[in-house]
């Protein structure tokens, strides 16, 4: 099954500073049917203008990756880590027992990025948090695993959670394969560009549940950003 979920369709508040777009309920964006996608709890879609952020504020027991688009975000946490991420390049923070952090945008013009939350595996685990660059050119063809908590994947940027993350970029015509494994689901959502999945078109942002489909094809029909979560 595909569903797609077009990005006119999404919940959301334009707050001023902040343009959120909430894939799932959040905040005061309330849909019974787009609770979660198995253990996917969040994607939001926020752009994020110069020289503001969000304030220091706490989170626990949460899987919390961030994907920047455009731009950089700068974290800040009650670890002591401080790091500037920028387009392209992904964030992890395991909130565990307890985190406070922030996230500013300093550049000067608009970041972008999506934050995806994966429900952790176990509660109360100790809090982390690190991030890794990922220039486009060193992606190679096809998708590259970015982030992940499945035991069979070798990744620097670990998450607690069943879980993987996983992105592409493919020029117009190019085509890309994913395998989904039984009983698993996944959700994309193309950053950049116009794709199809199995048949499926997607404009930048929309969003593309997928269940029940052993492999998922590709096609770029513009140069395509593509960003997956696979999940349990």
Known sequence: MIQLRPFASLGGANHG???AHHHFSFAEYHDPKR???GNLRVWNDDVIAPGTGFPQHPHRDMEIITYVREGAITHQDSLGNKGRTEAGDVQV????SGIVHSEYNLEPGHTRIFQIWIIPDKRG???S???RPFPKGERGEGF???ASGRADDDVSLRIRADGRLVAATL???ETAEYPVDPGRKAYLVPAKGVIEVNGVRANARDGIAVEDERVLRVTAIEDAEIVLVDVA
Do not use: K
């Open 144 to 146: 590259v695993t970015l």
């Open 171 to 173: 020029s117009a015509g």
């Open 17 to 19: 500073w902040l343009d």
């Open 35 to 37: 609770m979660n996608w």
């Open 93 to 96: 923070m395991s909130a565990g």
């Open 125 to 127: 685990e100790a809090p």
């Open 129 to 131: 948090w690190g991030a």
